[in-house]
């Protein structure tokens, strides 16, 4: 059974201006149970609709989205999920243990269960010393880990995250990654919208980028990092790596330097370098950027 | 199961209103009430008991129907405003027992402004010599219904418009409802025959917060108290009203894309 799955899912709304906005298009994918999945695209591409659609506020104008095989907002689903809103100020009049609590006891957790629930989440993002302060005393950056803390009430299954780490510092970024992934480690599975694209790279599984409410690229981010990825060697003396190197050029002093997209190329290209009795000066293997790739596929769809 | 998920939302809503210190200008105002009455006995002044009754009773109703409103205005729609909406309805709870366990808070927190408010109002009144009377406990348990009627009315209508638009028209409706019914009251004699059914249905759909309101009654000495069938009826007219507004708010919540 799939965690979640959409089918054709499409999201209609009437804008204040009394136009019609085709939030999102038919879109359909599937997350695997316990797997990562980063949802990817620009702004106003239909992430936060998809989301919505999946938690059950806002309803489909055509297609279907599901959770464990549960219609998406249905209270057997929502037993199942834990969410996080983007960039919530939670009651400013209430501590984050009585905000935890709050939700806890809607989650359905009674008593000192509860209460232990609530106070280890708590110490787990970061809030120990904080959770009987009152929220609006929080940093934005406090109440992002609030909003973390209530997320995992109740041990969900599925995670829909929309931009988790939206006010954390690089410290909290490390931890949400490092807790997030013990989460996954006991077989959650994660679903989340972000525009960091460094933590979609270090986080996810496999992302999902859309635009315009279109699926426009669907790829494992380990496939992805090796697609990207370039090697460069430097090398002295006179060897024509053209018909290999995605560029050769010749730096002076009888120095080249070449670029290779992929592995097998290089080492020909070093075999070839390394026949003819010239010297390798560096071999350099280079991450592709993630950025590079969004931007080139949003700009290719656009 | 419900009764528990609505009292932990209404918890959480008494315990802002607390905590936001609404309540407590509720209090100042009435220790301000008290000690103006309390200087005019000091000062000797005989006879007009009634006239304290009245201030009290009209205090008493203005500032806690100002509570009810601008309590229950902004429930939803700051929950909106700040996107604790989602959490909330990410549990495994019904819109309908969120606008619920919220109604419940707004009138809890109500309740508690107007006890507060009348414990000092009395405390003024027995300074006064004020007799204690078996009307002045009605007057306050049928207050009571009428702001839990007034909160799930502004409620709805902040399901359906903005926060300032609700609160409006909740004044309007709070404040105007008795002179509407009695205008058409008087027009009703002379309308046609389709006006009047027209009149009747405006009547029967407008809140009545005019029988809750015993506070003339209070005022003047001598009144006996109101039967309690009267006082059952308005209990089951009150419950019947707002139950029927809490229907109205989800019937629009309820798919509501928020």
Known sequence: ?302 | MKLRVWWALARGVLLESLRRKDLWVVAILGMIIMAASGALGFFGVEGLQTFAKDLGVTVLGLFSTVIAILTTSRLLPDEIKNRTLYPLLARPISRFDLLAGKLMGAILATWLAFVILLALTSVALLMFGVRFEVIMVQYALLKMVGLGVLCAVTLTLSAFMTPSAAATLSFVVAFGSSMIVRGLTMAYETSSPAMQWFFKFINSILPQFGLFDIGPRVANENWAPVPLWVVGGLLAYGVAYAGGMLLLAWSKFRSQAV
């Open chain 1, 1 to 302: 059974m799939q965690a979640i799955v959409t089918e054709d899912l499409h999201v209609r709304y009437r804008a204040k201006n009394g136009q019609n906005v085709h939030a999102v298009q038919g879109l359909s994918f599937e997350v695997n149970p316990g797997e990562i999945v980063g949802f990817l695209g620009p702004n106003g591409a239909g992430k936060s609709s998809t989301l919505k659609c999946l938690m059950g506020f806002v309803q489909p104008s055509a297609g279907s989205c599901s959770v464990f095989g549960l219609a998406a907002g249905s209270l057997e689903a929502k037993r199942r999920i834990g969410y996080l809103p983007e960039v919530a100020l939670y009651y400013p009049y209430l501590t984050p243990l009585e905000t935890l609590t709050l939700y806890g006891e809607l989650q359905g957790l009674r008593g000192s269960r509860l209460k232990r629930a609530a106070t280890d989440l708590l110490e787990q993002v970061g809030l120990g010393q904080a959770m009987n302060k009152l929220n609006r005393s929080l940093s934005k950056g406090m109440l992002q880990r609030v909003g973390i803390a209530q997320s995992l009430l109740g041990d969900p299954e599925v995670l829909v995250l929309d931009e988790m780490t939206s006010g954390l510092d690089p410290i909290g970024r490390k931890e949400l990654r490092e807790l997030l992934k013990a989460r996954q480690a006991q077989g959650t599975t994660l679903f989340f919208s972000s525009h960091e694209l460094s933590e979609v790279e270090m986080l996810c599984d496999r992302i999902l980028l859309i635009h315009q409410g279109k699926l426009i690229e669907e790829r494992p981010i380990q496939a992805l990092k090796d697609e990207l990825r370039q090697f460069e060697i430097t090398y002295q003396g006179a060897v024509s790596l053209v018909d290999l190197a995605l560029e050769w050029n010749e730096l002076g002093d009888n120095t080249y330097r070449a670029r290779f997209s992929d592995k097998q190329n290089l080492l020909k290209a070093l075999d070839r370098v390394q026949r003819e009795g010239r010297a390798v000066v560096d071999v350099v293997a280079q991450e592709g950027s993630l950025e590079e790739f969004f931007v080139e596929t949003i700009g290719r769809a656009a």
